[in-house]
């Protein structure tokens, strides 16, 4: 009977999840190359990896979950054999821009044509924003309210899986009501594009946006839940340089 028990509450709480945007639109300047496409020993592409993951999440928790995909109009495609018989949507979504967007333009390391980027924000609230469209509209299914729904970000330069994401922050999304940022820490950073939003920040981020911000820390101070993980997800939580991907795939391995 505990058993059964301690299965619906996890069922229950599960549900709360609206769904995933895995964020794959920056320069990667240092990096040399678009992290999106750079190859795992595997010899899967890192925008596949996540992807695949993110599917692998949706499918545990029965929900068909939006899979969204904000990579700044760089078109990066998704191999067609993740897709297949998939019940889960995956797309593509365009950044949020308002009327007085100060768009920051950022040389591509890899041609000389220039990359405009107004930050994680700007893809979070395009998530936060198709998320409840598709709840308006009713082609997302879900018997919870916005206040009570939750997205997943996903940063593309990282190796943590998603499940494991999830399973790490999942608990503490009904611990304290007004918390409606949950996202990782170590002991001198915090990384809030690994992490969940409650669907009803949106309104909020988007007048933080036209209101010309794009600090990250600044808008999720008040709101942010630190989640302290282990050693062993450091080098997988950010890598900006060859030498730092290589390292997150030998953490990865070691998992």
């Known amino acids: 009977m ?21 964020l794959a639109g920056g320069a990667s300047k240092r990096m040399g190359s678009p992290k999106a496409e750079l190859i795992l020993p595997t010899g899967e592409r890192l ?20 899979i969204m995909i904000a990579d700044n109009g760089r078109g990066f495609s ?20 308002s009327a007085n967007s100060l768009s920051n333009k950022i040389l591509s390391s890899n041609d000389d044509k220039p990359i405009a980027t107004g930050g994680a924000l700007v893809a979070i609230e395009a998530a936060l924003q198709s998320l409840k469209s ?6 997302l299914m879900t018997d919870k309210s916005p206040h009570i729904s939750w997205l997943m970000v996903i940063s593309c330069d990282s190796l943590i899986p998603v499940n494991d994401l999830w399973q790490k922050l999942q608990p503490y999304m009904t611990q304290n009501p007004d918390k409606a940022v949950i996202c990782l820490t170590d002991e001198h950073h915090l990384y809030p594009l690994l992490g969940l939003y409650r669907l009803s920040i949106e309104p909020n981020l988007k ?48 998992l």
């Open 47 to 66: 925008v596949d990896y996540h992807v695949r993951q993110a599917l692998k999440l949706s499918a545990a928790l029965t929900s068909n979950l939006p």
């Open 207 to 254: 007048h933080y946006i036209d209101d010309g911000q794009r600090q990250v820390m600044k808008f999720i101070k008040p709101l942010v839940q630190p989640i302290p993980f282990a050693k062993n997800w450091q080098y997988l939580t950010n890598f900006n340089t060859p030498k730092d991907f290589e390292h997150a795939c030998l953490a990865l391995n070691n």
């Open 134 to 139: 598709l709840v308006s509209s009713n082609q």
């Open 2 to 22: 505990v058993e059964v028990a301690d299965s619906l509450i996890q069922a229950d709480e599960l549900s709360y999840l609206a769904g995933i945007v895995i």
């Open 78 to 97: 998704i191999n067609p054999d993740l897709l297949k018989n998939s019940p889960s949507p995956v797309f593509h979504i365009t950044d949020y821009l």
